[in-house]
Every structure is written in C-alpha cells, then in structure tokens.
C-alpha cells in the first residue's frame, strides 16, 4: 500500500528556519514528489515539487528563495527546507505525488495525515 508520512512539523517564531521530511513507502507510479499547505478555511496551495527521477523543481514563485526541496532517493525521502518563515498562524503541509509535470493540486494524490507547522511569536 501505497504511503507518504510527514514528519518534522512544529512551532517556530516568525524569520525561522524549519525541516519538513516525507518518507514514500509501498508502490508509486509518479513523476514528481511535492508539498502543498492549507491554512484553516483556506484552498491548499502548491509550495514545490521535485521530479524523482532527474531532479527538476518546481517552486512557486512567491516561495522562491526561501523555500527549497531536495531528495534521497536511497532513502526514499523528500525534505521541504524552510527559511524566513513569515506567514504567521497554523498551516498544514501535505506531501503529495503526481504522475505529472504540474502545480495543479487537483492532479496530485495525497496519502498522509499533513505535518502541522505554526508560526508565531
């Protein structure tokens, strides 16, 4: 069965820097590994993704610069790295796959509860 688990979530103070891991376990048939957040009543929205095989990133472009991914694939592993943290509240970041090249969150799975990250003074 096919399985995507979140870890590393947290509170952190705003101008942070914080780790995001997700950990593919079982059977995928994808082409990119990315995160999507949703604040509370909110759409989720596409932060980035990285292509499993090659490498390529995707990032939205108010992200770029302070949010970056990267991949293990011995490990089976994608970290979301956080810098400059500023949206301040609570917001859920989903590890997701996609058999795609796309942002549109419609065409990714989803498959793990979210990791909580709460940014406040």
């Known amino acids: 069965q096919a399985q995507l688990v979140e870890s590393g979530g947290g509170l952190v103070q705003p101008g942070a820097s914080l780790t995001l891991s997700c950990a593919a376990s079982?059977?995928?048939?994808?082409?990119?590994l990315g995160w999507f957040r949703q604040a509370p009543g909110k759409k989720r929205e596409f932060v980035t993704a990285?292509?499993?095989?090659?490498?390529?990133?995707y990032t939205s472009g108010s992200l770029k610069g302070r949010f970056t991914i990267s991949r293990d694939n011995s490990k089976n592993r994608i970290d979301l790295h956080m810098s400059a943290l500023k949206r301040k509240g609570t917001d859920v970041y989903y590890c997701e796959d996609s058999t795609v090249a796309t942002m549109r969150e419609s065409k990714y799975n989803y498959w793990g509860q979210g990791a909580q990250v709460t940014v406040s003074s």
């Open positions: 079982g059977s995928f048939t994808m082409y990119l």
């Open positions: 990285i292509a499993w095989v090659g490498g390529r990133t």
